[in-house]
């Protein structure tokens, strides 16, 4: 639920496919902040950003090839 719409969350295909979006938009670092919190990761603040590109998500677990290749498919870096 996005507590601060009072919305439900729009579902995404893909297990990780929502992380850190909500509704097809990129969730606000503040709300991200705010649901870390809520779920006990109280010191959690954001040190650095630098941006992704779909090749530096693929390293990662996180992103499963299914997800890269839906990323691929949708979006250009």
């Known amino acids: 639920m996005n507590e601060r719409a009072g919305r439900p969350a ?14 097809g938009r990129r969730l606000a670092e503040d709300d991200f902040l705010h649901k ?25 677990p996180l992103f499963s090839d299914d997800l890269i290749a839906l990323m691929r498919k949708t979006h250009s870096d």
């Open 36 to 60: 870390l919190q809520r779920v006990g990761f109280t010191g959690a603040q954001v040190l650095h950003r630098q941006p992704l590109s779909i090749d530096d998500c693929a390293l990662y």
């Open 10 to 23: 729009a579902r995404d295909p893909h297990p990780a496919g929502g992380v850190g979006r909500l509704r």
